[in-house]
């Protein structure tokens, strides 16, 4: 069971209690990359999953590039036991998830709400200084305006205009040229963000439960059955409203023999999800573990001969910018190699 404290700030006061899942093998990386980037505490790992308490900020969780996805633990106990025991006994042990420890719902509620209360504050104030054209056009070389006849004042004007708002489409047209899926998600979650923060009251929250079973349960329950009865516990608990398809907040709950585990989903697209790679190949979480281990230094230059789609590469290039990953040279090795062989 987790125990998250908060204070008044947009940060807990111990550090938040957060998990990701990881895929197999990729724990270890995972774990070594929390302490290291996070500074994270009392990390530890269950097949698929690690557990850590950070007071970092989403920018600084944005950066975990082993991880698939990140979770806000709510609750983390032993396995539901379902071997000969009544499914209404089994629905109560389900209902005790919500209801036994309020205190621990209320916590997490409001970490989540002040963690994103922040990013959305930062959204703001980097998009009101993100277009410097406005005050490019303010600090230039007009030291002395009243010596400039009207005409001349009109047309300066006029040109400038229309240099704006040549430079604005631009802007514009580049930015849907690059736009993705992935930030056209990220978009309708800071919408969702923004209606979490503006809500005064808790019990003014709509939700939906992501329900994952494995194991013995899975052989009982069907996991929308699990999530109709932990939607109805939320509901007569805390006065929360279903919303299936928009929700201001998603709960996700995974039950299998191991344990029992539910938390709130930082960010709708998985952190495995790269803007900057646009065709998937290698799994960019299985990428990145690959180029850590080259232990790569600045100034040094990576080569991948048999790179495909290059996803090691842009990788490397994303987490080390000070590398040299040339993906055309890599090509060339690879080609010269395999030329080599078939004269030999």
Not at 35 to 61: H, P
Not at 261 to 266: A, F, M
Request: with cysteine; charged share 25%.
């Amino acid at each position: 069971m987790a125990a998250l404290q908060t204070d008044s700030g947009s940060r807990p006061a111990a550090g938040a209690r957060f998990f990701c899942t990881a895929g197999r093998g990729l724990e270890p990386f995972l774990m070594r990359e929390v302490r290291a980037r996070l500074a994270a505490t009392q990390v530890e790992y269950i097949s698929g999953k690690v557990f850590f308490t950070t007071c970092s900020d989403l920018n600084m969780l944005k950066k975990l590039k082993s991880a698939e996805r990140l979770f806000l633990l709510i609750k983390k106990q032993f396995p539901l036991n379902v071997s000969s025991v009544s499914k209404g006994k089994i629905f109560n042990e389900m209902q005790r998830l919500v209801n036994d420890d309020p205190e621990s719902w209320m916590s997490a509620i409001s970490i989540w709400k002040n963690l994103l209360e922040l990013d959305a504050k930062k959204d703001k104030l980097s998009q009101r200084d993100a277009n410097p054209l406005k005050r490019k056009i303010e600090e230039n070389d007009i030291t002395n305006p009243k010596k400039l006849k009207t005409e001349q004042m009109q047309e300066l004007q006029e040109s400038r205009q229309c240099q704006l708002e040549k430079q604005m489409e631009e802007e514009t047209v580049e930015q849907g040229d690059f736009l993705t899926n992935r930030e056209k998600s990220q978009e309708a979650f800071q919408n969702d963000v923004v209606k979490a923060v503006d809500t005064p009251d808790q019990k003014d929250l709509t939700f939906r439960v992501s329900c994952r079973c494995s194991g013995a349960i899975a052989k009982t329950f069907t996991g929308q059955e699990v999530g109709r009865v932990i939607g109805i516990a939320l509901m007569k608990q805390y006065g929360w409203k279903a919303d299936l398809r928009n929700p201001n907040l998603e709960i996700f709950i995974h039950l299998n023999d191991i344990y029992s585990v539910v938390g709130i989903p930082v960010f709708r697209v998985p952190l495995a999800s790269r803007a900057y790679i646009k065709t998937a190949g290698l799994r960019s979480t299985i990428a990145w573990a690959m180029a850590s281990l080259a232990e790569i230094k600045a100034g040094a230059f990576v080569l991948d001969p048999m790179c495909g789609l290059g996803t090691i590469l842009l990788e490397a290039a994303k987490e080390w910018p000070n590398c040299h990953c040339p993906q055309r040279v890599s090509i060339l090795l690879f080609l010269t190699f395999h030329l080599g062989r078939s004269l030999s």
